[in-house]
């Protein structure tokens, strides 16, 4: 449909799940689509993916809590495609099921650090470049764990909700600079991430018959990156134009159960 023709969207972790489907439907709506992830194989993949299909990508190996080379990729890329359109702040990890009684002050940090520090960092190198051309669109992935909790992954859930109060911050911040920040905050999905101690949670029995038999989830499926990334397009496109400091749920109607 040519919903980002001509738009320059930068993707962190964009080498798999969320990201990469991100990342595939961005470029298949005309954008150019600058793929970051720390993982040179799975970039280069999604890069060829895109360019098999038609799209135009611009893969670098990079991990998003390294500072200094995050500077130096976004003004490679601000210098060679001449603007950043749109910001993508997806990459993420799940950490090991926790509590307080159990988990690390290092557990702790390093979650923090790339869930929502990172989050910050990206923002923080892209909007300047936004600002000098007064329009921009930041979009950062949150979770349903940002606002409701398993009890397990307190780390995981305290960078989810940091994330969506720091939308609503940054949204205030810049909006004067026509920059929309905005966040989607996906459900139960079907990605690398749904896998926890070598399970994947969306496939064991009692998850079937508690959220799919049972209807907890009220759609009857888990979902799939695919229904997430077509958010992230809305909000990066022009169809987008007055919404800001938002929170979008992407849940199959999860929340608004019992």
């Not at 470029?27 to 799209?55: D, H, K, P, W």
């Not at 892209?126 to 307190?154: E, K, L, T």
């Not at 064991?204 to 888990?222: H, M």
């Amino acid at each position: 449909m040519g919903l980002l023709d001509g738009k320059v969207c930068l993707v962190s972790g964009a080498g798999q799940g969320l990201g990469r489907a991100i990342s595939r439907e961005m470029a298949a709506e005309g954008a150019a689509v600058v793929l970051l992830e720390r993982n040179a194989g799975t970039v280069e993949a999604v890069a060829q993916e895109i360019a098999e299909a038609g799209g135009t990508a611009h893969p670098y190996q990079l991990d998003v809590t390294d500072y200094d080379g995050y500077g130096k990729v976004v003004a490679d890329v601000a210098g060679k495609l001449g603007r950043i359109d749109v910001l993508v702040n997806n990459a993420a990890i799940n950490p090991p099921t926790r509590t307080i009684l159990n988990d690390t002050l290092e557990d702790w940090r390093r979650t923090i650090a790339i869930n929502l520090e990172a989050v910050y960092m990206g923002s923080k190198l892209v909007a300047p470049h936004m600002v000098a051309r007064n329009d921009g669109r930041i979009i950062h992935v949150a979770s349903i764990q940002g606002f409701a909790s398993s009890g397990d992954c307190g780390s995981y859930n305290a960078a989810k909700g940091g994330i969506i109060a720091y939308t609503k911050s940054m949204a205030v911040e810049l909006g004067r600079y026509n920059i929309l920040v905005n966040a989607v905050a996906p459900g139960f999905m079907v990605t690398p991430m749904s896998v926890v101690n070598g399970i994947d949670e969306t496939t064991t029995p009692d998850f079937i018959d508690w959220y799919v038999t049972r209807r907890k989830i009220p759609l009857g499926r888990s979902g799939l990156p695919e229904d997430v990334s077509g958010t992230v397009v809305f909000l990066a496109s022009d169809y987008c134009r007055y919404m800001t400091g938002q929170l979008l749920v992407v849940d199959g109607g999860l929340m608004s159960t019992f």
